[in-house]
């Protein structure tokens, strides 16, 4: 039962970065921080959306730790992003 949790997870976070190239694509703003955003979105609301009620599989555990990660990168890119408005730009 696991493994179909995982392909049902799986194929959610991929038509959802599917959804997101082709947004971005006909809004003419596709960028790789702008993809990297919404991925991140992406997997924290399929996550949620997939989480199983009452016993958590060891490949969750796992999705977690990315969690953390891209977590991290998501701030560092909106930190970036807020000092290049403000005109700083020390990380770029």
């Known amino acids: 039962m696991t493994h ?7 194929r959610w ?8 190239v082709f947004g971005l694509v006909a ?3 596709l960028t790789y921080e702008l993809f990297f955003l919404l991925t991140m979105l992406g997997l ?3 996550s949620d959306l997939t ?5 958590q599989p060891r490949w ?3 999705l977690r730790l990315l969690l953390a990660f891209g977590l991290v990168a998501f ?3 909106l930190m ?3 000092l290049e408005i403000q005109g700083i730009g020390i990380l770029s």
């Open 4 to 10: 179909h949790r995982w392909i049902q997870f799986v």
């Open 13 to 20: 976070q991929m038509a959802w970065m599917v959804t997101a």
């Open 27 to 29: 809004l003419g703003a």
């Open 44 to 46: 924290l609301v399929v």
């Open 51 to 55: 989480a199983p009620s009452a016993v």
């Open 60 to 62: 969750r555990s796992r």
């Open 75 to 77: 701030s560092i890119v």
């Open 80 to 82: 970036r992003r807020i």
